[in-house]
């Protein structure tokens, strides 16, 4: 029986990996990818509550209407929408700053880059 | 036990596509090569795809393939191409094990909370049967349930969004253009 707790500890699992990745690298273009892994752990957990998670209001609830209920269902998912919006601007303004930084000074290793002027 | 019911080759389709995650995961953070790395990300992504179809979230499957394998994981590979340094590769800086250490505590962690907490699950035994009614009927169309709640209860952020991707694309116009 898969329950939330699988996806949870997944989601767990992935956004180490990315926490990992994203603090011991030295190319920014990889820092990048282990930050979308974090975000992808975070979208995974917030569908995972969304879809098995039922606030304490609605416990027994018999006035509950079904407008409560989808807002309460799919806030999870709401949220994982604006979580892809985010890294869709992030990832296009960081790969604009990386070409800037490539074009400046001709690598794009953290460990040389210590300054975004020339 | 949720109130959808859940075949066995759902437990077989998570386990197969958890593991392509988490390999790939590792793949993309000890490849050397850093194109292979973004070849391995674009795995990863297809795979959470398929978890978000196993949890009912049909459009945020759809939203993932497109935005994420279409645009972002092209975008990456195009900055790999662009900026590769083939004689350097992905390198690690010297902090390899400590954050190791660290980073598997935290995920120690986190799993012990994530097993230990007793979560408020859907079950029938707390939900009334109208407030059942409800959930199924949302469940059956999650698309149009997320369409009401989007462009209802979060319609600021959601118009908010938009500004932001306009800003994002200027600002990645300026900073790229040739000067």
Known sequence: MIGLEHFLVLSAVLFSIGLYGALTKTNIITILMSIELMFNGVNVAAVAFSRWITPYTLNNDTSAIAEDVMRHLMTGQAFAIFIIAVAAAEVALGLGIVMAIYRARETVSITETNLLKR | ?179
């Open chain 2, 1 to 179: 036990m949720p109130l959808v019911t859940q075949p066995l080759f759902v437990q077989i389709v998570f386990w197969a596509l958890s593991a392509v995650v988490v390999i790939s995961a590792l793949l993309v953070i000890s490849l050397q090569d850093i194109f292979k790395a973004a070849l391995a990300l674009v795995l990863s992504l297809l795979s959470v795809a398929g978890l978000f179809i196993l949890l009912n979230a049909e459009f945020l499957a759809a939203a993932q393939v497109l935005i994420y394998v279409g645009a972002i994981a092209i975008l990456i590979i195009f900055a790999v191409m662009l900026t590769q340094n083939v004689a350097q590769g992905s390198l690690s800086n010297n902090f390899r094990i400590p954050v190791a250490l660290g980073v598997s505590l935290l995920c120690v962690f986190i799993i012990i909370a994530i097993t230990g907490m007793d979560w408020n699950l859907i079950t029938e035994a707390n939900l009334s049967s109208a407030t059942q009614e409800a959930v199924n009927t949302i469940f059956a169309d999650g698309t149009a349930s997320l369409a009401s709640i989007l462009l209802n209860n979060y319609v600021l952020p959601f118009e908010a969004v938009s500004l932001l991707l306009l800003a994002a694309v200027i600002g990645a116009i300026v900073l790229v253009r040739e000067r």
